[in-house]
Nanobody, 121 residues
Framework: QVQLVESGGGLVQAGGSLRLSCAASGTIFRLNVMGWYRQAPGKQRELVATISNGDSTNYADFVKGRFTISTDHAKKTVYLQMNSLKPEDTAVYYC???????????????WGQGTQVTVSS
């Protein structure tokens, strides 16, 4: 069983910065992807950024050049550095883990409880 705990959300003015953290507890399988998703009121949950066990990264187009995902494997922690924040970035941000022991296995997915990010105009 894996538990994901997010932190770092809050209120910031447009143009400001925040850094989100996601700390995982439990055993993470060798093949894994961790990342961040967000959901604004009335909208579907959408991918923000992901990072794999090999440190390959993937970003949504709307955050490229502004957000950076990184990880500390020893600490089992993933970070999302958010710069040049816009009011449109306002959402609940969720940490996500998808992992499996082999490429033939079905992945197991975990979600954190979410952290609120509010960007004022």
């Amino acid at each position: 069983q894996v538990q994901l705990v997010e932190s770092g959300g809050g209120l910031v003015q447009a143009g400001g910065s925040l850094r989100l953290s996601c700390a995982a507890s439990g055993t993470i399988f060798r093949l894994n992807v961790m990342g961040w998703y967000r959901q604004a009121p009335g909208k579907q949950r959408e991918l923000v950024a992901t990072i794999s066990n090999g440190d390959s990264t993937n970003y949504a187009d709307f955050v490229k050049g502004r957000f950076t995902i990184s990880t500390d494997h020893a600490k089992k922690t993933v970070y999302l550095q958010m710069n040049s924040l816009k009011p449109e970035d306002t959402a609940v941000y969720y940490c996500n883990l998808s992992h499996r022991t082999t490429i033939w296995s079905n992945p197991v997915v975990y979600w954190g409880q979410g952290t609120q990010v509010t960007v004022s105009s």
